[in-house]
């Protein structure tokens, strides 16, 4: 099941600066996008959302972008912090129905001091 | 901040028995879902269960596994027979509604022997 893809297993950060996590998807009946990170056993915890009528949603210092044309969205998180290290994954729903989120790989984001 | 919350966080099961794991979600969440991540695979989605009725069911949910809300907190998910292959650890997950964001537990790791 590709219909989520996250291609970068691995990020590495500089603390202070931006990080930047890529997703990108192919079902264009997705409307509903989600990021959430994972640190080691414990579950995937809700960060921010956007819906597909809008192509920006900003939460203090993580902000996801839409682009619907190339089925693609970002995570931006500004500026980052050691604390931010971890495991984040795109998720993706279609709003009617069961809303079941299809995840991506996910992206290990390491931020260095 | 209220939370999903799964037992137990590890259990072990000898192949061909039965196990269920159990999930209590957040109290004013209307949705709930069960998913799975395989050891170095994707988190994947198994069903979700609203109107104390199965919504959507993927796959990989056949008739070897049962979901129940027995009362109004419990969540649970049953695996008759368990199998080799359905070692992973299982995430539940609720949300209040359409256009909300799913809140994990922790998990069950699932180890069958």
């Known amino acids: 099941d590709q219909q989520v893809k996250q291609n970068s297993p691995s990020l590495s950060v500089q603390e202070g600066r931006i990080s930047i996590l890529n997703c990108d998807y192919t079902n264009s009946m997705f409307d509903y996008f989600l990021w959430y990170k994972k640190y080691p056993a414990e579950g995937p915890t809700f960060l921010i959302s956007i819906s597909s009528i809008k192509d920006k949603n900003e939460d203090g210092r993580f902000t996801v972008f839409l682009n619907k044309s190339a089925k693609h969205l970002s995570l931006h998180i500004v500026p980052s912090q050691p604390g931010d290290s971890a495991v984040y994954f795109c998720a993706a729903s279609i709003i009617q129905g069961a809303q079941k989120l299809v995840f991506g790989q996910g992206t290990r984001l390491t931020i260095n001091p | 901040e209220p939370e999903v919350t799964q037992t137990p966080s590890h259990q072990v099961t000898q192949m061909g028995q039965e196990v269920i794991l159990r999930c209590v979600p957040i109290?004013?969440?209307?949705?709930f879902y069960w998913y799975r991540q395989i050891l170095g695979q994707k988190v994947e989605f198994l069903v979700s269960f609203y109107n104390n009725e199965i919504s959507e069911k993927s796959e990989i949910f056949d008739d070897q596994f049962s979901v129940e809300r027995p009362d109004g907190s419990n969540f649970t998910l049953k695996i008759r027979s368990t199998k080799l292959e359905d070692s992973a650890m299982y995430f539940c997950?609720?949300?209040?509604?359409?256009?909300?964001?799913?809140?994990f537990g922790d998990g069950t790791r699932l180890s069958i022997l």
């Open positions: 997950a609720s949300s209040p509604g359409q256009l909300q964001p799913q809140h």
């Open positions: 109290s004013n969440h209307l949705y």
